[in-house]
Every structure is written in C-alpha cells, then in structure tokens.
C-alpha cells in the first residue's frame, strides 16, 4: 500500500489457495481485489491471477515477501527498453539470522542476487535468471509464451517460463535495484528439504524437456558430475580395501574432500576481506549438503512416475 507509484496505476491482486490461516479475512482490510485460486499449485495461482488482471506490465511476488517502496519504479524503468519481456530482481533476507545470512552469502546463493544490470536475450547458467518471488512479465509477452505451466509443481517453475519468454523474440533485464526481502529458511532441516525440492523440479523438467533447453541441460550436466563423483569415490575405496594397501586410503578420501577443499579456500578468501572466519568451514559443509539434497531429489523425480 506504501508503494511510491499513482495508485491510478496500480491494481493488486491476491490469489488465495483455500488457505486456512485467515488470509482472507486479512486481505479484504486492504483495496485489493482478493481472488480464489483455481487449480492446484503455485502456477495455477500465478495463471489465476493473470486472467483476473488486464495491466499492461504483471508483476509477481510472494506472501514471505517484503517489496520496498520504489520496488514498482525500478520494475516500469527496465521496461522502457520495447524488446525487454521479463524483469527480474534481487532477494535477500529480511531476518539477520545464521541460516538468512548464509542464504545471502553463500558461494550459491539461496535465491537470486545479481551484482550488476544486465539485458540478456537467453537464460544464463549461474542463476542469471529470475526467481518466482521478484519478477515482471510484459503481458504480451507472457501471453504470447503460453503463460505458466501448470505441470510443473516443485521448482523452476519461472526459470522454465522466462526461457519460453527468450525464446519467442524478447529479453530479459536483470536489475539489482530491483531487490525485495524474503524470509529464508530457519532451520538446516527446512533448508535441505527446499534444496531436495528444488532438484525434483529440475528432475521434472528434465524428464519432461529432454535437455532441449538450457536449464536442462544444466541439470543434466550437474546430475552427471554428482553421480560420477559418487560412483568414482566408491571405485576407489572397493580397490583399496580389496588390495590391501592401507596408503592408499588417502585417494578416495582426498577425492571426497577435494570440493570440500575447494569451497574452504573459497571462503578463505573472502575472509581474508571481510573478517567472518566462523564461514570458512561452516559454509562449505552446508554448501555440501545443500547440493547432494538437489541432487538426491534430482535424482528421485527422474526415477518416480508422475509430478
């Protein structure tokens, strides 16, 4: 409602998915138009939303959200560029605690931070892309790229959509002044479990796209190196405890750490910058965690039938 933008301009939707936490009760306090959501998942919302609206540019956020007050000017500034499509923005955490700090700071970040303003005419690896919570779509051109499919019901939902975006003629700025808050995950349990969420909707769109478009062939090559990783480590330490020969412990065991270690220097040198030695260790070990949790439900999406 603090929005610095003509009201005039503005129309607010809330989608509500049969919620049962007085979401509604809350809403109609507010000028909002409050509408009930039809079929099941984030991107039935989204679509819901969409055909109860007729604003030429849609913007999408989330209930754990925070937008600043100039969130909507930072958003209508990008798209005076006629062939941009979709808009995306920066998410941090609005709670300073362990878990927030680390969904910021991490070598993988939690969501998306972009460090500097960039149009681009195709999804990027590294997360160049923009996240659910903080992005914009020209109508048209979210139309004209079928809007949101509805299949997808665990994770890259958005990322899967922007490439349809791209790949129907228009580009996509990612603007770092574009930032909301987001409350992130609290405990190391709900973080695993978002991560292991995250690979099964990659899983699903890599059974579904066949590695025919970018975020897929990502997700193929990540799964690839995880698995071989894993099978390479096992090899190695069959051979050694068959052979006898205790020295050679150290090559599997080196070869487990070695990403590990890697993540450690990382971190190091960071360190070396800003002072937070307690990151040194404790990041790369979630790290870690983080990503066999995204592998493991990669994995288990593209071996189980159904969404």
Known sequence: MRLKYPKDKLDFQVVDGNSTDKTMEVVKQFPVKLVTQNGTGLNAARNTGLRNSKSEIVAFTDSDCVVPEDWVQHIVENFKETRVGCVGGSIKGYDGDFLSEYADNSFMPVLRIFKKHEVLDSVKLLQR?????????????????????????????????????????????????????????????????????YGRGIGFLLRKNKARDSITKWALLNLAGCVSWFFLGVILASLVLTSGWQTLYVFPLGLALTPLVGLVLIYARRALKNGHISRIVTYPLIDILRLSAFSVGEIYQLIRNGS
């Not at 919570?133 to 048209?140: H, L, S, T, V, Y």
């Not at 490439?163 to 405990?187: F, Q, W």
């Open 129 to 197: 892309y923009p996240a659910g919570c903080n992005m914009a779509f020209r109508r048209e051109a979210l139309e004209a790229a079928g809007g949101f499919d509805e299949s997808i019901r665990h994770a890259f939902d958005e990322d899967e959509l922007v490439e349809r975006v791209c790949k129907s003629g228009y580009k996509m700025a990612l603007d770092p002044n574009c930032l909301i808050l987001h409350k992130h995950r609290t405990s190391l349990k709900e973080l695993l479990k978002q991560n292991f969420r």
